[in-house]
């Protein structure tokens, strides 16, 4: 890899959406907005499994550590994206584009494994459950969410150097809502064909290999509801499954659209509005959707709400 010396540009440019000035303020307020109801409806979650200890078992654990990565993966992001939606000019400094580009890897790769465990936590609850309680015991939990934690981390160590090890000579316009990979990669000015062949390996590890687990998991866990042989009890098991999957349908589809396509095969236009879909929407959605789906949550957000008003 290059010396981090070589590069002469101390500061990019991030375009974002400069190309439609007559609504940049607009867009403003509409991203503001959803930013503020994103992390309100993700701390939500976290406070009220936090707080009712009913819930602290580990499928709603492992949803409060989502709620933690879905908060922070579009802090990562909103925050400079709003500045950029502000500005004529939007910098940000070579060293700041890194850290952006470290977290959203760092928070977009723990994602993926997190909603892997939590698939192979419906699974052995649904297709084991006299044997659950030793399956996905306190030690498992913790394991599995240290272990996606650590993963992503990892991720976002190897990729971010990587990419910021190239030499960037200029031109320092990104051609994107923020600093993500693909977008800073095109301004390097050195062979990157050996990091594509990386990335793209790697982006298989961490978003196919998963993904491919959780439809296994969910192929074995639709067989044995239909074993059930009763109808409360395979509403029941689907409902708590419904939530997840629409999680992982959100994510994975936005993001291997975004990160499995040849270069060529959208417009930078195009990959900006598919970015926004998993660094905005999914972050959005996912409290409402584990909220509004599930009647444990949805028992336990009245309770909190009653208690405020008692107190």
């Not at 272990?147 to 051609?175: D, E, H, R, Y």
């Amino acid at each position: 890899m290059t010396g981090w010396n070589d590069s002469s540009v101390v500061e990019f440019i991030l375009l974002g959406f400069s190309y439609l000035p007559e609504f940049q303020v607009h867009m403003f307020g509409a991203f503001l907005v959803i930013y503020l109801v994103t992390m309100t409806g993700n701390a939500t979650i976290v406070t009220v499994i936090f707080l009712d200890h009913s819930l602290h078992i580990p499928m709603y654990l492992f949803l409060q550590n989502l709620s933690v990565v879905e908060a922070s993966f579009s802090s990562a992001i909103m925050p400079e994206m709003l500045v950029v939606l502000t500005t004529e000019k939007a910098t940000i400094s070579f060293w700041g584009c890194f850290v952006q580009m470290y977290f959203i890897l760092l928070f977009g790769g723990t994602e993926c494994f997190l909603l892997g465990t939590m698939a192979y936590d419906r699974f052995a609850a649904i297709c084991h459950p006299l044997s659950y309680p030793v399956i996905m015991s306190k030690r498992m939990f913790v394991k599995l969410v240290i272990s996606s934690w650590v993963l992503g981390i990892m991720v976002a160590t190897l990729q971010a150097t990587w990419v910021f090890s190239f030499p960037f000579c200029g031109p320092s316009k990104i051609n994107h809502i923020s600093c993500e990979t693909p977008a800073v990669l095109e301004l390097a000015c050195a062979d990157t064909f050996v990091f594509e062949v990386y990335a793209f390996t790697g982006t298989i590890l961490i978003v196919v290999v998963p993904f491919l687990l959780i439809l296994l998991s969910y192929t074995r866990i639709l067989f044995a509801i239909l074993r059930m042989p009763s109808t409360t009890g395979r509403q029941k098991a689907f409902s708590t499954c419904t939530s997840h999957l629409t999680s992982v349908t959100l994510f994975y589809g936005t993001a291997c659209m975004t990160y499995l396509q040849p270069k060529s095969k959208y417009s930078p236009d195009t990959k900006k509005l598919m970015s926004l879909a998993y660094s905005l929407l999914t972050p959005l959605l996912n409290p409402l959707i584990y909220s509004l789906r599930n009647k444990e949550m949805k028992r336990a957000l009245v309770k909190l709400w009653q208690r405020k008003m008692d107190f």
